[in-house]
DNA sequence: TTCACTAATTATCTTTTGTTAATCTCTACA
DNA sequence: TGTAGAGATTAACAAAAGATAATTAGTGAA
């Protein structure tokens, strides 16, 4: 079941959140439990909904001309997956969401979210603070694409999620990194080689 | 001066504001003139201040370890820019942000900002609106570097800003596409043989 | 334990990019 | 009119990445 210390880490997710406020939201959420390679959401999708990631990890893939999936987003526990295409797009989800590991999500209808902040204010600027996290990782992301080369990029990324680099395939990384797997797998040699 | 013309373009930073909210705005702002090549904000600048530009071009660049500017992001009118290192990491600017075409900015100090919009509720829609567009892009910009190879993104870049590639350098644009001009600079080479 | 399957590495070759420097073009201005 | 300076292109070479295929390693299921 939910306890205290689970509720703790979802008040990261803002600065200010009360009790009262998680758990009005607990409310309004369904809890639900995810195998591995479960779909959550689909290319075509349109059901505007949020996952709280209670455990897990889940990945977003979209498929290129040639037909490989090319991973472009991996997010774990107590990070909010949704598909940017449905809620900031209106538009249908042009990737899938997959899970990568059993995962279990709190999910909300994203329209029911709205109006449980628009009835409280103090939500609201638990909303902006998440936005603004958010907005923060992509333009970072954006910044090591600009300013960095492939094997920079890695380093920075195992850096950054230690734990994601033990817990995913290389080739998602790869993806994610914007290479192909053949071109991180020679990274990693070069870079084991320097350190000797 | 400021005629109803320009009012409405600047509408379009939101879905609803009002003339009243306009006004509302530009009393707190400051409307100022800069020639060609003029730092908006410099490296280690602190000051929380957001610009909305009314006419003109900015870039962002930021200085590699070989010495080389980088730059990272154009803006130009009716379009807002400030240092995201300031306003979302709160820490000193990183970047140095520069006008490359005399300019006219309407420029506001964000905690003011802040206040009228908490004074203000339909101005919060607004903000929102905002910062979901500015989100829609940079994840945008994210899935053009996972997704397209550096021909591809050149092609997308030139599709969705024609009028920028006219004004700007293309030594600017390379950078943008994360690669060096001599590159992009035999990529357009490319591009016009297929065309034949 | 073995088999099947997937991921990772390695090899080979082609294509592209980075780097550096030279050349060409264009424009502002003395 | 001529000249300096910046940007763009081109050249030449080295380094890295992409593509494809073969091999190896690792894992889970029968």
Known sequence: MINLEEIKKM???????????????????????????????????????????????VRAFAINDKGDEITTLLRKENQIIASSDIILFDQPAQFYYQTLEPTQTFQIDYELLQSIIAENPKLEANRKFIFQNILKETLKRIDSFVLLSPEERYIHFVRSNPDLVNRVPNKYIANILGITPVSLSRIRKRIASKKK
Chains 1, 2 share one sequence.
């Open 11 to 57: 008040y990261k997710l803002g600065r200010n959140l009360t009790l009262l406020d998680v758990q009005k939201l607990l409310q309004a959420a369904r809890m639900k439990s995810f195998p591995t390679g479960t779909f959550l959401i689909s290319e075509g999708a349109v059901k505007k909904e949020i996952f709280f990631i209670r455990k897990g990890l």
